[in-house]
């Protein structure tokens, strides 16, 4: 049976358990129930708390795990999925499987730190530990691009999404329908990636919706934000994760280059950032078909241990500010107003991030109420992510989907997109609700 022909019987079902930066998406084929996605929740305390909770039981039914990408809002809860008796294969692209080691490794470290100096109320165990990683990562089976794979009636094929090395749309054909899940999609002047391939054709379509478009006056604003500081004579702080630190560290290169902001210490205080630079370099050398052929990502200038006695640029994750070493550097510096803050992206509602972007006066780390007294500038994108445009034009460039829905993002963004994607071509677009269950 052709693609866009309907399968007799119901066909194939979708259940949407995720939520905002968050992909977990159940779709039960006739032979296999296939989990794309299995991303931590990000947000309020109240959202963030629901990733040191079991997972819900529609997760431990599925047969297999697919990967869209590395970020920890799609692969976060893996571990913790491994550690509640889940066994089976997960699928990913060689990018995302390289990455994996780094990123939920440090996200376990990160874990067990903050649970070491602060634990909320509530359980005092994080909610997943190193072992759990390598237990999860002993079932991921690399999956090319373009490639098909065989799983039990479906057939899996990962097509280059941009945004972060790895990150894919995925394709599975089951039960005579066809299902596309893409998202966040990479924008097409990524300064490392190569612009996502085309939509493939689909019955259904499950799309991200659009990130902060990047900013072409950010290297100019995030060197006015150095400057400022180091005229206080004090140090910049910038929430960043993996993939984020890369392109971060190749402005600050430029920006340095150009002397447009002095040669400052540069301490990247990340094990996944420093990690995913190292993917990237080795990416480079074996010529991955991903990369465009003048990417070149900067390394940090060899700065480690703790932060001098003078004005450095310090980047750590997580880029939200609720997890992680950045949480010791904003303590430290958050009471100064010698020192800056710089924000990139758009957080996500009721993070550290968003609270400090939104002119929080004080923020609450590790049980203690920190002041806000240091700068902060928030800024856009990095150009990693594609605009609503961006993401329009890459969506109807390819014949409509019977169905589309519009996941991943808050209500504004996700709302407007299927707004757009139904006045300008017609389409059936949804924001469906967390739980929701639709037939493909």
Avoid at 23 to 48: K, M, S
Avoid at 80 to 95: D, H, K, S, Y
Wanted: hydrophobic share 40%; with cysteine.
């Amino acid at each position: 049976m052709s693609e866009g022909s309907r399968a007799a019987g119901p066909g194939p079902a979708l259940t949407f358990l995720g939520g905002v930066g968050c992909a977990r998406y159940l779709l039960e084929t006739p032979g296999a129930n296939l989990l794309v996605g299995c991303g931590l929740f990000a947000g309020p305390d109240a959202l963030w708390r629901r990733n040191f909770s079991p997972g819900p039981g529609e997760l431990h039914t599925a047969d297999a795990v697919i990967l869209p990408s590395a970020g920890l809002g799609h692969t976060g809860f893996l571990p913790q999925l491994v550690a509640e008796g889940w066994r089976g294969p997960v699928f990913a692209t060689p990018g995302t499987a390289e990455l994996l080691p780094v990123v939920l490794g440090d996200a376990a470290k990160q874990f067990e730190e903050d649970v070491d100096r602060w634990c909320p109320p509530g359980p005092a165990v994080p909610p997943f530990r190193t072992e759990d990683v390598t237990r999860a990562l002993a079932l991921v089976q690399p999956v090319e691009f373009g490639t098909l794979r065989q799983l039990d009636g479906a057939e899996l094929e990962f097509g280059r999404v941009g945004g972060g090395l790895g990150a894919a749309w995925v394709r599975i054909h089951a039960g005579g329908r066809s299902v596309v899940f893409a998202g966040p999609l990479g924008a097409a002047g990524h300064p490392l990636l190569c612009p996502p391939d085309p939509r493939p054709r689909s019955d259904v379509l499950v799309l991200a919706a659009p990130q902060q478009p990047g900013d072409r006056h950010l290297p100019g604003r995030f060197a006015a934000a150095v400057h400022r500081a180091v005229r206080r004579g004090g140090s910049v702080v910038v929430p960043a994760a993996a993939g984020g630190a890369e392109l971060l560290l190749t402005m600050v290169r430029d920006l340095m280059d150009a002397q447009e902001i002095p040669r400052l210490p540069v301490l990247l205080d990340s094990p996944a950032g420093s990690a995913g630079i190292e993917v990237h370099h080795r990416a480079v050398t074996e010529r991955w078909h991903e990369l465009r052929r003048d990417g070149r990502v900067s390394e940090p200038g060899g700065l480690s241990g703790p932060v001098p006695d003078r004005p450095s640029i310090i980047v750590a994750g997580l880029e939200t500010a609720d997890s992680g070493r950045v949480l010791r550097h904003l303590a430290a510096l958050l009471p100064d107003q010698r020192n800056g803050v710089v924000l990139l992206g758009d957080p996500p509602p009721g993070t550290r991030a968003a609270q400090l972007a939104d002119g929080g006066r004080h923020l609450k780390i590790h049980g203690r109420y920190v002041p806000v007294r240091a700068e902060v500038t928030a800024l856009g994108g990095t150009g990693e992510f594609a605009g609503p445009a961006e993401v329009l034009a890459w969506a109807t460039a390819t014949p409509a989907p019977e169905t589309a829905f519009v996941v991943e993002g808050e209500p504004e963004p996700s709302h407007a997109l299927a707004k757009a994607l139904h006045a300008e071509a017609g389409w059936c677009a949804v924001v469906p609700e967390e739980g929701e269950r639709v037939l493909c």
